[in-house]
């Protein structure tokens, strides 16, 4: 179980997350979608206790993330390219994603059978450093290693974007399996509506640092969040008018 109890987020006068209470219960597969500045990856950043909270705390299992690290050994996440070390190739990055959660070089390898489909050929064997590869591959690489040791909770910020549409498929039926056969808790921040819908049983937007919506995912739930994000761009576009006609 995540809980987050009054969570925010100050830079000066300018607070970027002000979240009173969420809970996250294990083997959910929860999305979080907002628009760009929303305060998403912030939220994953508390979480991952990679900055520091205004207020509040972010507990999981009840271990408060920000005075213990007994977490770590629960939660996995890629959010960006700064996870990665790109001058190791991607199979020296596993074996050190391994080495670090409990496994050998024969159980990474035996581990990555499963993704030769994902893979596509093109990051195996491939004699590249990471950092040679596009960001597609990348991105492949980042949501494998966040995989290895079979963690109790992966969070994933935009994992998506910068894929192509077979990929994409791919990802989401991967995703799919590993939360139905394996009860892992998923976390995913994305901009793309119809992928997080299809993927999650629940999504909460956050506009502006808040919490506005939290949905049951149904088959309604895309139309939905896009007649909310339409509505937030006419809101805007009327303010606009009005403004200029002061």
Same mark, same amino acid.
């Given at each position: 179980m995540i809980s987050i109890q009054n969570i925010s987020k100050s830079y000066g006068a300018k607070q970027v997350l002000n979240i009173e209470n969420l809970e996250i219960p294990k083997g959910e597969t929860f999305g979080l979608v907002g628009n760009n500045g929303a305060g998403k990856t912030t939220l994953f950043s508390v979480l991952l206790d990679?900055?520091?909270?205004?207020?509040?705390?972010?507990?999981?299992?009840g271990i408060k993330v920000n005075e213990s690290e007994a977490w770590k050994t629960k939660v996995s996440a890629f959010i960006d390219d700064t996870f990665l070390i790109g001058y190791l190739t991607p199979e020296e990055y596993f074996y050190f994603i391994g080495e670090l959660r409990g496994q050998n070089k024969n159980a990474v390898d035996e581990f990555l059978k499963q993704f030769s489909d994902f893979f596509n050929g093109e990051i195996l064997n491939a004699k590249k450093y990471i950092r040679d590869l596009s960001k597609g591959n990348m991105?492949?690489?980042?949501?494998?290693? &966040?995989?290895?040791?079979?963690?109790?909770?992966?969070?994933? #910020?935009?994992?998506? &974007? +910068?894929?192509?549409?077979?990929?994409?498929?791919?990802?989401? +039926?991967?995703?799919? #399996?590993? @939360?139905?056969? $394996? #009860?892992? %808790?998923?976390?995913?921040s994305s901009h793309d509506l119809a992928h997080t819908? =299809?993927?999650? *049983?629940?999504?909460?937007?956050? +506009?502006?640092? =808040?919490?506005?919506?939290?949905?049951?995912? @149904?088959? =309604? %739930?895309?139309? #939905?969040? *896009?007649?909310?994000? &339409?509505?937030?761009? @006419? $809101?805007?576009?009327?303010?606009?008018? @009005?403004? %200029?006609?002061?």
């Open positions: 990679l900055i520091e909270a205004s207020t509040g705390f972010i507990s999981i299992d991105k492949k690489v980042g949501i494998v290693g &966040a995989l290895i040791g079979t963690p109790e909770i992966i969070v994933l #910020d935009e994992p998506f &974007a +910068n894929l192509d549409p077979s990929t994409q498929i791919k990802l989401k +039926n991967l995703i799919r #399996d590993w @939360s139905k056969n $394996l #009860d892992s %808790t998923f976390l995913i819908t =299809e993927v999650c *049983e629940r999504i909460v937007v956050i +506009n502006k640092g =808040e919490l506005v919506r939290d949905i049951q995912t @149904s088959p =309604e %739930t895309l139309r #939905d969040l *896009e007649q909310y994000f &339409a509505d937030q761009v @006419s $809101l805007i576009e009327n303010l606009v008018l @009005s403004n %200029t006609f002061i």
